[in-house]
């Protein structure tokens, strides 16, 4: 699995542990629901700003979202 693959698949993880929708977590890290949805799909390229942000949302440390999902 590639880099972004490996990001969407640990975003939407975390997300659906916390029992969140897109949605929410669009507005806990003030990115559009519409990215989110790309970068969970690995269709959008995010910036490590963008990855900060969301990783910030789920309190979570970057290097977490950028792990190989087990």
Do not use: C, F
């Not at 029992?19 to 990115?31: C, F, N, T, V």
């Not at 559009?32 to 490590?48: D, W």
């Amino acid at each position: 699995m590639d880099i972004r693959g490996a990001l969407g698949a640990n975003i939407r993880k975390a997300r659906e542990q916390r029992g969140w929708s897109q949605e929410e977590l669009a507005d806990r890290s003030g990115i559009h629901r519409t990215y989110i949805s790309g970068v969970e799909r690995a269709a959008r390229n995010p910036t490590i700003e963008i990855v900060a942000a969301i990783a910030k949302a789920l309190d979570l440390p970057v290097a977490a979202l950028v792990e190989n999902p087990s």
